[in-house]
């Protein structure tokens, strides 16, 4: 929960706003965010994008993204964050897509990879993990760390010390 307050309290500070698409974390880190008293100050909605034509229908995924790229892709994991954001009208939008498992992983997309994407509208950042674990494991993983992703981009940008991040991550 210190997590999710210490976004929280920054998105409050700045006036900001966030909004999430969240396609192999399901829900989780909506869940994380609003388990905070008061997150409708900042939080204005997410989506699970679970299917390619969701992503495309709600976010704006192009459909030749998904077929070219796949719907487990740094392009798909881009274009949702920024599709949500742009839904919402958020400041910044955050998103999520990868291999759960313990099925549907190939060599070139192994169960377990995720990507994470944030959007503030300017620029759109893209992370790649490659996690291990059971599905669920893989899911609570796959959300600590886009929570930990955006946190660390909203610190750099607000300019606090590495010092406070510290303290969060403990």
Do not use: W
């Not at 077929?67 to 939008?93: D, H, W």
């Not at 300017?122 to 490659?130: E, H, Q, Y």
């Amino acid at each position: 929960m210190k997590l999710e307050k210490s976004i929280g309290d920054l998105l409050r500070k700045k006036g900001s706003t966030l909004s999430i698409a969240e396609s192999c974390t399901g829900g989780l880190i909506c869940d994380r965010i609003t388990d905070v008293p008061g997150s409708s100050d900042y939080f204005m909605g997410g989506m699970v994008n679970y299917s390619n034509e969701s992503k495309q229908k709600h976010l704006g995924v192009p459909m030749k993204d998904i077929r070219k790229y796949g719907a487990v892709s740094s392009r798909v994991a881009q274009k949702m964050a920024q599709g949500v954001r742009k839904a919402f009208g958020t400041t910044f939008g955050l998103s999520t897509t990868g291999v759960a498992g313990p099925k549907g992983g190939t060599k070139e997309k192994p169960v377990g990879l995720v990507f994470i994407g944030m959007s503030n509208g300017r620029r759109t950042l893209v992370i790649k993990l490659n996690l291990k674990g059971s599905r669920r494991e893989i899911k609570e993983k796959a959300a600590e760390k886009a929570l930990k992703f955006f946190y660390e981009r909203l610190v750099e940008k607000a300019g606090f010390s590495m010092k406070s991040l510290r303290e969060v991550k403990k």
